[in-house]
């Protein structure tokens, strides 16, 4: 049973195209991330969602936004996107319990969307 | 400057040889995270640690809180050890972590 899975996979598309990718956690987890792994492959936060609720809001172009239709989904819609978004895209899930246990958490990825923009 | 940085950036060894990999921070954390990514892209979490050491199979973590430092080793390198480790540290302030650049190790047979 897979975890945390996204879609699509690979996704190829032209400059000013809106595109969406999609995740699911079939873990029971209430909080759930995106993250961009660059040509470097340095990985940075995006966006946080607790229980369909918006968290962490890194300094992401407004092009990118998040919709989380219930916890154990959220999905990435990026607007006229631009060949600088190219870049594996990837989910994790978390289950961030009590303020006192706050980072004591494990993070479940899923496989990554790898955006090619051309 | 990183609030993660690792060391070294690469590391080629032989089969059988120990492995350890760097990780110093700058910030308060909760815990500290060893992430592994094979070549094939997939992120899988080693281990998270707050104090002290953890093993699992060839692979040991430990942390020194008061250096802000942690290391991840391997004993006995098998070629399948290839891959990018990662280290990532949850900030006591919130749930996201933040990234070193990675290690990518290459295990020669």
């Known amino acids: 049973d897979t975890a945390v899975s996204q879609t699509p996979k690979y996704l190829v598309t032209q400059m000013g195209n809106d595109k969406s990718i999609k995740c699911e956690q079939n873990l029971g987890h209430d909080t759930m991330y995106w993250y961009k792994q660059d040509s470097k492959k340095f990985l940075k936060i995006m966006f946080s969602?607790?229980?369909?609720?918006?968290?962490i809001n890194e300094t992401v172009p407004n092009r990118f936004s998040p919709k989380s239709p219930d916890k154990a989904h959220l999905n990435l819609h990026i607007n006229s996107l631009e060949l600088g978004d190219s870049a594996v895209y990837f989910c994790?899930?978390?289950?961030?319990?009590?303020?006192?246990?706050?980072?004591?958490?494990?993070?479940?990825f899923g496989p990554g969307t790898r955006l090619t923009v051309t | 400057k990183n609030e993660v940085e690792q060391s070294p950036q690469n590391l080629t060894a032989q089969e059988g040889e120990f492995i350890t990999i760097n990780c110093s921070y700058s910030v308060g954390i909760s815990a500290l995270h060893w992430l592994q990514q094979h070549p094939g892209g997939g992120i899988v979490s080693l281990f998270m640690?707050?104090?002290g050491k953890k093993k699992h199979g060839r692979l040991i973590a430990t942390i020194n809180i008061q250096e802000k430092h942690s290391s991840l080793h391997i004993t006995a390198s098998h070629p399948r050890d290839s891959a990018v480790y990662i280290c990532a540290v949850g900030a006591t302030s919130g749930s996201r972590l933040t990234f070193g650049e990675g290690t990518q190790l290459t295990v020669n047979p």
């Open positions: 640690l707050s104090s």
């Open positions: 969602y607790n229980n369909k609720e918006l968290i």
């Open positions: 994790a899930s978390s289950q961030v319990t009590a303020r006192s246990q706050r980072g004591l958490y494990e993070q479940y």
